[in-house]
Each structure stands twice: as C-alpha cells, then as structure tokens.
C-alpha cells in the first residue's frame, strides 16, 4: 500500500461518498474506484461496503482507517519538521565551546541570532578544547568553537578571530609596576595552571617551549580547571597565571588585576570553528556559523 491509497481511502471513510473522496482528492470516481480495490487486493479483505448510506467501513476498515489516520498525521508532521529544519525556524541547534570562546564569544553569537528571529533554539555545551573535539567527534554537538587547531583528519578547521594571553597578577604583586620580567624569573614562581587538553594551556606551552622552557620547569602551584578557577586562584593570591585578556578584562579596568610584561614573549592564538568533515551543515548550523564569522571578522 501507499500513502496515496491511505489518503484516498481516509477520504472516502470521512465523507461517506466515493464521488465526494474523488472530487477532494482531485480525481475522478472511477480512479478512485481503482485505489479502493487496489487497497482490499493487498489487506486481502474487503474495507468499504457500498450502502443506501454511502460507503461505510467494514470492521477491517474501521481497523485501517484508525492506523490510516496516523500515519497520513505523522507524514505531514515529518513534512513539516523537514520545512522547518530547512528554514532553520524552530528548531534546536547544539554547539560547543572551549572555555574562553564558549563563554565569551557563543553568547555574542546567540544573542545576535535573537536579534534575526530566526526561531533557533541553541543549547551550548563548554569543555576544554580536547573534551569539546571528542563530542564533535561523537556527533553530540554540531558544530565547535576552540582555542586550538584540531590535530584529527575526521575535523575542518576554521580560524577565527584572536586572543591574546597575558600573564597575570593580583594587584600590589612584586612585579607590579616592573617595566618587565625575565623569564627565568617566572621559573621560581607560583603559577597557576590550566588544565591539560585546554587551548590556553597548548598556546603557553608552545609559547615557552620556542624559548626553551618546559611546562615542567614551571613552579605549578595549582592545576584547575577553566579560566574562571584559574582567575580566583589569582585574586586568591595562589600565584600568576597565563590567561585570555578576554576572561580578565573587567579585572584589570578595576585594576583587581595587573598584567605582567614578560620580556621577549608574547603570546596570542586564533580561536578554530571546528567541524565534522565530508559532513553538511544543518541549515541552522550553517546559519549560527555566519553570525561567528561576522562577530570575529
């Protein structure tokens, strides 16, 4: 059977009339004549009785009328979600988000997506860089945002936007005030650590490591887990940190913190719209994509 038989026969059921189905569902009697016994050749049982009051359902229609019902339901409901999902209207998009992007760039992002009324509902999931690649990689999110390029042939890359990552201390640290700090002096002290798998933590140690110092080498006094942690650690006076002036910019107009020059070394980084390769972007997701494209260009 086919939806057209299903349609037709509905028709004919409801109005009682096998001229009434045809002239609803566009056709003559005689074609919709053809669809019924088409339709009782496969069920192998009669499902319309011909009477003084019209075309009434047998027992075995009333049966396929009842299912008949839901499925031509469910077939418009399916149309209707596939319009929505091509007009990117209604529907939920999941994202995600390294520390720093996620919590300072996809919020830009939702609330200029508001503005267009495009009825997408975003839910955002944040991570570390490593935590966000692997949902990618498991397709619970769609599409990401990172502090690092993704090293895995499953992922495009797409740079996007910059960061920079300055070294930190609370207000009346020792060096505050120097016009710089030697880099070995930043061996014997205090540093609060991001957490591994984390883009700020690659960028610090790339940084370093072309000036010859090892994550090692480094005094960690603490290892947390994002950039919010790592600032009250700070504040806390626990040490210096290496963090995005994004997450510290309130911080150091209020002068609570105090950014640290240290000689010879400056580090920035591109944040990466990550996703899966050979796949296609849901128009929703091509759409919140364009808006990312647009805040960091």
Known sequence: MNIKQLEIFVTIATTGSFSKGAEAACITQSTASQHIAALEDICG?????????GAMPTEAGKILFLHAKQVIKALKETEQAILQFRQAEGVELCVGGSTIPGTYLLPKAIAALRTSDSGIHVTVEIGD?????????????????????????????????????????RKGHRWYGREAVQLEELLSEPVVMREKGSGTSDAVNAALRQQGIMADDLLACTTLPGSEAVKQAVLAECGVAFISEMAVRGELERGELVSINLAGISITRSFFLVQRKGR???????TFAGMLRQLQS
């Open 45 to 53: 049982v009669r499902l319309l009785d011909r009477t003084g009051r």
């Open 129 to 169: 860089s490593s935590e966000i690649l692997a949902r990618l990689g498991e397709e619970s999110i769609e599409i990401g945002i990172v502090g690092t390029m993704a090293d895995d042939k499953r992922f495009i890359s797409e740079a996007l936007g910059h960061d920079e990552i300055l070294l930190v201390a």
């Open 280 to 286: 296609t972007l849901s128009p929703a997701a091509a």
